[in-house]
């Protein structure tokens, strides 16, 4: 029997309104439920809940996947330029937006992202289709039914790449 790696990640609320993040990191044996997760995680927010005075507005459990496997970043690959995909959500009338960083150059046809190309519709596939071992949904627990638009973004990352980036600024 093997362990995976498991998070369970905790927000706390100040009387000032600052929420700050506790991270509990462990192992959990690869036969363990989603059920028994959620259990283990309900009977650690108890004991933390009796550490402090703050309240706690939110935890996760999050298993965490090996992904050494996925190589390197493309030399000319840069995580502010990633493509948004939306979806239409069951039961809902606003849009679900997934941005993708690093969006891949050759996923980029006449400036536009192109949805016939196999790794957006495996993608799109994926995130509607329901039965599965994991149903994808809205972040209000939604089912996503389609794919509704795509388009090219920038989303900032100015002090990580200020933090790694030898250039200098003018």
């Known amino acids: 029997m093997a362990n995976v790696d498991v998070i369970l990640s905790v927000q706390i609320l100040d009387a000032l309104g ?7 990191f462990g192992h ?9 997760l959620a259990t283990a995680g309900a009977t650690a927010l108890g004991d933390i809940d009796a550490l402090t005075d703050g309240a706690i507005t939110g935890a996760h459990v999050r ?4 992904t050494s496997g996925f190589g390197t970043p493309a030399a000319d690959s840069e995580v502010e330029k990633g493509g948004l995909l939306n979806f239409g959500q069951g039961g809902s009338p606003y849009k679900q937006g997934y941005w993708i960083p690093a969006l891949k150059d050759s996923l980029i046809t006449n400036g536009k992202i192109d ?3 196999g790794a957006v519709t495996a ?9 599965g071992t994991i149903d994808y949904t809205g ?5 996503l039914t389609r794919l509704i ?6 989303r900032k990352h ?4 200020n933090r790694r980036s030898s250039e200098i600024a003018t």
Do not use: H, Y
């Open 123 to 131: 993608f799109v596939t994926l995130l509607t289709a329901s039965g």
């Open 28 to 36: 959990a044996a690869d036969t363990v439920t989603l059920a028994q």
């Open 63 to 66: 298993v965490a996947l090996d």
């Open 18 to 24: 600052v929420t700050a993040t506790l991270p509990l």
């Open 158 to 161: 100015r002090r990580a790449e």
């Open 115 to 117: 949805l016939a190309a």
């Open 139 to 143: 972040k209000f627990g939604n089912l």
């Open 149 to 154: 638009d795509a388009l090219i973004s920038f």
